[in-house]
């Protein structure tokens, strides 16, 4: 599934313009620890978290992630926009808690 | 042989993971396997985070030959009381406000022993720490 497709379903904001709309998503992951992260989400993972630095894009550039998604209506600054689109990441906004967000995301994407 | 230099300056997360992804631009360029390269790029940017969070300044020299790729990462800072200790997920000494940013869990120099086939650490405390890790294709 596509993230754009995914923004429909799931009703997300989308902070960074077009940015990785077009990326393909298999799979999801969610946790808040950044080297968790770098070690073990895989490519083309969703990843639920609520931390919204700058690390967070240099870690979905780098782990070739398909999109961030920040929970509970968490915003990024205008900095972490700026270096997303710059780097083509996606990131994604929901007013929902991870628990909930997670949940629907696993039963659309199996 | 391709040798790629940087310098890091401790404190500065914004600029955390950059050398990381122009070292990852370079192996894509020379056709690298992909799995070799994620597992290049997730020890440099947990490399480049330790600098950032523990030190004071440190550099990063990246060699390429057409074997593997050597790194090896110094800083001037605190240097590592306990190496094994070091090694063990969950053991850290990041200040709470490394750990608010997500991270200081502990699991930078495990992920790196992991993503690497030889990682030496040279450490001196007060003086700052050696890293050499070697990832052959």
Partial sequence: ?110 | MIKLNYTIEGGDFSRAGYASSQVKKNLKQLGVDQKIIKNIVVALYEAEVNIVAHAQKGNIEVLISPTGVKMIVSDQGPGIVDVGQAMQVGFSTASEKVRQMGFGAGMGLPNIKRNVDRLDIETKVGKGTTLTMIKDF
Avoid at chain 1, 3 to 17: D, G, I, M, N, P
Avoid at chain 1, 44 to 68: D, F, P
């Fill in chain 1, 1 to 110: 599934m596509k993230v754009t497709e995914l923004v429909e379903k799931l009703q997300l904001k989308v902070f960074t313009a077009s940015a990785g709309l077009e990326n393909e998503i298999t799979g999801g992951y969610v946790s808040d620890l950044l080297s968790d992260v770098m070690g073990h989400a895989a490519e083309g993972n969703a990843w639920l978290t609520l931390q919204n630095h700058l690390n967070v894009v240099a870690i979905a550039s780098l782990r070739e992630l398909a999109c961030v998604i920040l929970v509970k209506n968490i915003e990024p600054p205008a900095d972490v926009i700026q270096k997303a689109i710059a780097e083509d990441v996606a990131i994604l906004g929901s007013s929902e808690q991870t628990f909930e967000l997670a949940g629907k995301l696993y039963s659309i994407l199996t």
